[in-house]
């Protein structure tokens, strides 16, 4: 129970990564506050499976793609936890498509929902942490595609690795507060959204082709973000951690 007493917000809680993310921390002891988009189907059996491990979970259905989603967000999570300790910042969109076709609208949707989103929520979070004096912590989920230029995908590439850089330059100016800042970059995840993308063979296919002979799951990227937000992490900030089973030296 290491994170006994910790009070966290998830964003992107309903399923995937983030309700991968809740799940683990409330298995360290933490209560969450968990966010998803308004109308999500998922979020609500989230809060259930948290609230059966025997912690407190809040719903805040909030639209984080604007700066106002986002102030009311932290606003009402504040105000029925007190405080926040944790912040696990898991917004992201992307739309796959060649890049002399790429609508420069689309693009900016895309640099909108996972760039700037993470710095809205990340900026008005962590000024709650200073304000209560709070030693925070500050995860924010990037991807390998941040360095990996994968085709079909610059806008999600190009947002990912600002993602990154601009959580390593938050990490520098808030080590003054006693707030780590670091980064978890995921490989191929098992999430509902990979079974849309991609055909149950090719997951299964793929999968196996990888170091580790599997994909990941959102509980292995719970687990490490669970680790950067314990004290065990104390002396970590600006770090990026990439957990992707191998998948970076893949072809190697």
């Known amino acids: 129970m290491k994170l006994a007493g910790k009070q966290a917000l998830v964003t992107g809680a309903g399923r995937g990564i983030g ?4 799940l683990e921390l409330a298995c360290a002891g933490a209560d969450l506050v968990i966010n998803d988009r308004p109308g999500s189907p998922d979020v609500q059996a989230t809060a259930q499976e ?5 912690r407190q979970c809040t719903v805040v259905e909030a639209d984080i793609f604007s700066r106002s989603g986002c102030e009311d967000l932290v606003e009402r999570a504040v105000a029925a936890v007190g405080m926040l300790d944790i912040l696990v910042s898991n917004p ?5 498509c060649e890049f002399l076709d790429y609508d420069p609208d689309v693009f900016e949707k895309v640099i909108q929902g996972t760039l700037v989103s993470g710095f809205h929520v990340a900026q008005l979070t962590a000024r709650q942490m200073v304000e209560s004096k709070t030693p925070g912590r500050i995860v924010f989920i990037s991807s390998v595609q941040a360095a990996m230029p994968y085709r079909l995908s610059v806008g999600y590439n190009a947002a990912k690795a600002g993602l990154n850089h601009m959580a390593r330059t938050i990490a520098v100016e808030l080590t003054e507060h006693n ?4 980064v978890i970059e995921p490989g191929w995840i098992d999430t509902p959204g990979e079974h849309i993308a991609f055909d149950e063979e090719t997951i299964r296919e793929q999968g196996a082709k990888l170091p580790l002979k599997r994909l990941g799951t959102p509980s292995d990227i719970g687990k490490a973000a669970t680790f950067l937000c ?3 992490a104390d002396y970590i900030t600006g770090e990026v951690l990439r957990v992707d089973g191998g998948f970076w030296f893949k072809d190697c």
Not at 92 to 96: D, F, I, L, M, Q
């Open 50 to 54: 948290i609230r059966d491990l025997g």
């Open 230 to 232: 314990s004290d065990d």
């Open 92 to 96: 992201a969109y992307a739309v796959r």
């Open 179 to 182: 707030i780590r800042v670091n």
């Open 19 to 22: 309700k991968g993310c809740a």
